[in-house]
């Protein structure tokens, strides 16, 4: 009897284990996929971007980028998870031909159509793909998309093109859309750049019928349901000791300390990078010995994430008083609790002998 993998199973792998559970493999992916009715046509569209979320999702390691496009097939049609039916950056078809694969997919007729849009949309005139703007282009298919993910903070939230001096009038997907009067949700998939996990596991989910519940900002719980700081740290008890690194990468093995000192954005980052890591899972910003920017936030790269390099004004305190006071305190704590104990078991011990 072969093994059946039901939405349940899906839901509950992903529910057992908190934000871990989203740790899921291929082997969960491809039995997961079997529930999936039909194939997903997908159309993969690129505003004001450096396509640096493209080299991240061409990076996904299990499943790798060769599963994706040939071995893991969606239900009974045989064709892959995301091989999209248009995407500008990688097309074996290009000029007005290219164009006319977005109105096959507009076309599609099972009416499962997934918009994924990566990069900030421009006032008129700043980006034209095939001969047309780009605003035009992205508001003929949000229409037509049944669901739409933004990958990466700059179409989720305008990102580096939407910065403090930006004459482009950069902006979200979401706000975008909003402004020319389409009411539809928008999956935000923010980091710079975007999570392959996050795109994959979601596009997962959609396809066998789970959305994935998301916080007020459009991201799914799954990735973004945890605070950086509060929660994943690793580095978090050199924190709450005061024990800082002063220098970028100031640090040996064994005399580690928390990167605040840095311009660490970690307490205000919602995001799993501290479990869930990069480039195969083997590590992060902040491990490396670099701040986080908080680049899965709002907004990102400027307001509270901004200087990346500078200390936050004054967060995180405890009961008013900086880190380190604490820190310094505990450690004094410890050491006139060390010496009381010490004190009281001599004194036990003298009136014993
Ligand atoms: S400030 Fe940054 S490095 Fe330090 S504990 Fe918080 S998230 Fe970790
Ligand atoms: S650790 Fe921070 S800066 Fe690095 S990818 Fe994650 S949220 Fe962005």
């Known amino acids: 009897m072969g093994l059946r993998f039901t939405r349940r199973d899906f839901l509950k792998s992903m529910t057992m284990f908190g934000v871990s559970a989203m740790l899921i493999n291929k082997t969960e992916i491809v039995k997961a996929l079997t529930q999936s009715k039909d194939y997903w046509h997908i159309c993969w569209l690129n505003g004001a971007t450096c396509s640096g979320c493209e080299v991240s999702f061409i990076q996904h390691t299990d499943p790798d980028l060769i599963d994706i496009l040939t071995s893991i097939t969606v239900g009974e049609s045989g064709l892959p998870i995301a091989l999209p039916d248009y995407m500008q950056v990688v097309h074996p078809a290009s000029g007005s031909l290219a164009m006319e694969f977005i109105d096959l997919w507009k076309e599609a007729k099972e009416k499962r159509r997934i918009l994924i849009v990566v990069g900030s949309v421009q006032n008129p005139g700043f980006c034209e793909i095939g001969g047309r703007d780009f605003r035009d282009l992205l508001k003929e298919t949000s229409k037509f998309a049944d669901y739409i993910i933004a990958f990466g903070s700059c179409s ?42 996050s795109l994959v596991l979601t596009l997962t989910s959609v396809m066998i019928g789970v959305i994935p519940v998301l916080d007020t900002y459009g991201r799914p719980i799954d990735f973004y349901g945890t605070n950086m700081h509060q929660e994943l740290c690793p580095y978090r008890p050199f924190y709450d000791r005061g024990i800082f690194i002063t220098k970028p990468g100031d640090y040996k093995p064994g005399e580690e300390g928390c990167r605040y000192k840095i311009g660490c954005k970690g307490p205000i980052a919602q995001t799993d990078c501290a ?79």
Request: hydrophobic residues 35%; proline residues 10%; positive net charge.
């Open 275 to 353: 479990l869930r890591k990069w480039n195969e899972h083997i590590s992060y910003c902040v491990e490396v010995g670099a701040p986080c920017i908080a680049c899965s936030e709002p907004n990102f790269p400027d307001g509270d994430t901004s200087p990346f390099w500078k200390e936050m004004p004054g967060l995180p305190t405890i009961l008013n008083a900086p880190a380190e006071v604490w820190g310094s305190a505990i450690v004094a704590a410890t050491t006139i609790g060390c010496a009381v104990h010490f004190a009281r078991k001599m004194i036990k011990e003298k009136k014993e002998r």
């Open 156 to 197: 989720s939230f305008g990102g580096i093109p939407r910065a403090k001096g930006n004459v482009t009038g950069a902006k979200s997907v979401s706000d975008f859309l909003k402004e020319v009067g389409i009411v539809k949700p928008v999956i935000n998939l923010p980091r710079c750049p975007g999570h392959p996990d």
